[in-house]
């Protein structure tokens, strides 16, 4: 399976600071906003990835990635011109897809969980099919609304609902089989001109392929789009990390415990860092001071 990160947009509703800078290169507490979800792919087994930004933004995402190998990781880079709707994604991916199953994850979504990595491989390891996942939110208009049956079987998927029939929010990371760009041409321009990512889910869901798994309280789901939500993800992250010792959204240290890279090379990063928190919880986790 291979990872497309869609990363572009204007970021409007973070002007001014999104007037210099790419929204998904400001900071989250000690990282750049597009580690996280970057982190979220690599835990899903993935380590070929598309990165797709706009025309401007795109050198800086160069400047910070590289080729990937950092992470043992493959990235490839793509322009967006403009933002015509998360699904676009898929048409401007297709010939690097190769009719490969995909997973795409927006560029200002943070989700963790202790047990995130076997939920996102069991979600990539579906053959057939489309998975995405649920969040239980208090303002579901905001979203891509998913509602269930009294079996909890997805019945509904509606973008932006004026009139929510349910607060379950699906959150931006999605996983689709080897059909998705054939299908994402299918779909038409929403009266907001673009590709919605709703209307790709619902095709799945009238095929009775789309797998919706809902996120439990033991999860946190955060969409740093806002200057609220990008200081909530940034007191969150900070929070867990000291009181717990714990890394979140860290892909030298995602790399490291799925095998992609070893302690050595784990201790060169680390160095690379300096003297930064993040540079001396990465040598001790190399050193194995941490489990």
Known sequence: M????????????????????????LPVYDKPMVYYPLSTLMLAGIQ????????EDLPQFKRLLGDGSRFSVR???????????????FLIGRDWLGGEACALALGDNLIHADHLSTLLQAAAARPVGASVFAYQ?????????????ANGKAIEVVEKPTAPTSNWAITGLYFYDKHVSDI?????????????????????????????EKLSRGCAWLDAGTPDSLLQAATFVQT??????????CPEEVAYRMGYIDAGRLRHHAMHL????????????AEGEVE
């Open 2 to 25: 291979k990872g497309i990160l869609l990363a572009g947009g204007s970021g409007t509703r973070l002007h001014p600071m999104t007037l210099a800078a790419s929204k998904q290169l």
């Open 274 to 285: 300096g003297k930064t928190d993040l540079g001396r919880a990465l040598l001790e986790l």
């Open 75 to 89: 990235f490839e880079y793509a322009v967006q011109p403009k933002p015509d709707g998360i699904a676009q994604a």
């Open 184 to 212: 994402a041409r299918q779909i038409k321009p929403s009266a907001r001109g673009e590709l919605e990512i709703t209307d790709l889910n619902r095709v799945y869901l009238e095929m009775s392929t789309l797998n919706v």
């Open 240 to 249: 867990i990390q000291s009181r717990t010792g714990m890394l979140v959204g």
């Open 48 to 55: 070929d990835i598309m990165l797709i930004s706009t025309p």
């Open 137 to 149: 939110v208090r303002d579901p208009e905001r979203y891509g609304v998913v509602s269930f049956d």
